[in-house]
C-alpha cells in the first residue's frame, strides 16, 4: 500500500456506523424495544415541543419552504462515544446520538445545533462537501445561536473569566466541529474559521439576536411568533 497516498474524505461519516455502513434501517419492531431508542425518540418529541429555540427554528424552515417532519427528518442512532449528533445533507437527516444523549438539556442542545444546519442547507443551499468555507460559517452560526456557549454551559465546563469569552467558545467549538468531520489540518481549519467569522457570528437568522439563554429564545421566539402582525400594522 502507498503510505504516502492521502487518506479518502469520508466527511465524518465514520463517526455514525450505522449510517456509514449502509446497514441502516428505520422503525423496525425490535429498534423500539431498545431503551436508548425509546428514550431518545421521547427527549426528542419533548424537545420538539417544548423549546423556544427548536419551535422557532421549526417555524422558521416551514416558513421559507422546509417543513421539518419527525418520522422523516430525525433518526436516533448509535454512534462514536465523541460527537452528539450530525446533520446528514445528502438525505436531509438530522442524526441524534441516542447512545450519547442521556439529559433532555442535552437533547435540546443537539436539536437547536444540528436545525441551525438544517435551516442553512434550507436557506443557503450550503455545499458541504466542496465549500470548506460554507462549512466553517454553519457550525460558527450553530456554536452561536444554539446555546453551546451559554454562560451555564460554559461553567459547567470549568471555562469562564476570558475576555470577549463566548466568540472564544464558539471559535473553538466551531474548529472542534470541523475537524471532526474534515482531514485537515489544524492550521488550515483556523485559517478559514478566521476568514468568515465575523460575517457568521453576526448572522443571528432567524432568531434575530443572540439567545444566549432560555428567556432571550423565549423572546426570540414571541417576536417571529408575532412578525406578520408587525407588518401588518406598518
Not at 16 to 33: D, H, M, T
Not at 137 to 162: K, M, Q, T
Request: glycine share 6%; aromatic share 12%; charged share 25%.
Amino acid at each position: 500500500m502507498d503510505q504516502n497516498k492521502p487518506q479518502e474524505e469520508d466527511y465524518g461519516y465514520n463517526l455514525f456506523p450505522e449510517r456509514n455502513s449502509g446497514k441502516f434501517q428505520k422503525g423496525s419492531i425490535a429498534e423500539s424495544l431498545f431503551t436508548f431508542n425509546h428514550k431518545c425518540q421521547v427527549m426528542l418529541q419533548f424537545a420538539m415541543e417544548t423549546s423556544p429555540y427548536a419551535k422557532l427554528l421549526l417555524g422558521a424552515m416551514k416558513s421559507s419552504g422546509c417543513a421539518v417532519y419527525k418520522d422523516r427528518h430525525f433518526s436516533c442512532e448509535d454512534c462514536d462515544g465523541t460527537v452528539s449528533g450530525g446533520f446528514d445533507a445528502t438525505s436531509s437527516q438530522i442524526v441524534l446520538c441516542q447512545n450519547n444523549i442521556h439529559q433532555q438539556s442535552h437533547m435540546n442542545r443537539v436539536v437547536t445545533h444540528e436545525l441551525i444546519h438544517a435551516f442553512d442547507h434550507c436557506r443557503a443551499h450550503v455545499d458541504w462537501f466542496n465549500n470548506f468555507k460554507h462549512l466553517a460559517c454553519s457550525e460558527i452560526r450553530a456554536a452561536n445561536l444554539s446555546g453551546d456557549c451559554s454562560f451555564h454551559n460554559e461553567v459547567s465546563r470549568f471555562n469562564f473569566g476570558l475576555r470577549k469569552h463566548h466568540q472564544e467558545c464558539v471559535r473553538g467549538r466551531a474548529l472542534r466541529s470541523i475537524l471532526a468531520v474534515r482531514k485537515v489540518s489544524r492550521e488550515e481549519a483556523e485559517k478559514v474559521v478566521d476568514e468568515v467569522f465575523d460575517t457568521c457570528f453576526n448572522d443571528h437568522a432567524p432568531f434575530g439576536r443572540i439567545p444566549h439563554d432560555k428567556k432571550d429564545a423565549n423572546f426570540a421566539y414571541r417576536d417571529f411568533e408575532n412578525r406578520d402582525r408587525y407588518y401588518a400594522n406598518l
